[in-house]
């Protein structure tokens, strides 16, 4: 990590922003609150409700560029949502957006960390399955981190119960806290450079 300062650029779409959380904070805030670097990390949230991979792929490097600095240890964090099921895009397109967005930023000399779609209402399980993993062989060819957050919270019944209170699709608070948990414990802390256990 260095000795400059964490800025952690963050894009996506309404779940990267923790929308239907009562506290404001998803599950970016609480990633951030539980990382213990040097000088607290800079946040960047920059999140376009229900996004798919080709708006996020058409947009990203200029919204970004504009946040990155030479003073800062700047790094992007790809919040995927489900949008692209909902569109109908093809695996292979949602592939080729991830791809692109994932190899501009190494040219950029910026460490990416990929967090996957979670189920929700509305969007085939079966369909999103598909997509997570696509998503998570991307990542994994190129060698960066990846939270598949479907496969655990497809069955769990805190994260279905926290849908069902609200409208299916946005989690609330008990939703977020378990992203965040997944999050932390897929080796966020060795992606910052940071002891694994500090979590």
């Not at 109908?88 to 397109?93: F, H, N, P, Q, V």
């Not at 996957?116 to 990542?139: E, I, K, M, Q, Y």
């Not at 965040?180 to 802390?189: E, I, M, Q, T």
């Amino acid at each position: 990590m260095g000795e400059l300062p964490v800025r952690l650029v963050v894009i996506g779409d309404e779940l990267a922003a923790g929308a239907g959380d009562p506290r404001a904070l998803g599950w970016v805030g609480r990633v951030a609150a539980r990382t213990t670097t040097p000088v607290p990390p800079t946040v960047l949230t920059l999140a376009v409700p229900g996004e798919t991979t080709s708006g996020l792929s058409a947009r990203w490097e200029e919204e970004v560029g504009r946040r990155a600095s030479a003073e800062a240890d700047t790094r992007l964090v790809v919040s995927l949502g489900r949008a692209d099921a909902l569109a109908g895009l093809s695996l292979a397109r949602s592939r080729l957006n991830l791809a692109n967005i994932l190899d501009a930023a190494e040219q950029r000399r910026m460490p990416a960390f990929v967090v996957g779609p979670p189920p929700g209402a509305g969007v085939d399980p079966t369909t999103l399955a598909d997509l997570s993993a696509a998503f998570a062989d991307v990542t994994t060819r190129r060698r960066v981190p990846y939270v598949d957050t479907f496969t655990p919270l497809a069955g769990h019944e805190q994260w279905l119960a926290d849908l069902a209170a609200g409208d299916g699709s946005l989690p609330g608070q008990a939703g977020y806290g378990l992203m965040a948990w997944l999050v932390l414990h897929s080796h966020w802390n060795a992606w910052l450079g940071l002891p694994e256990d500090v979590v």
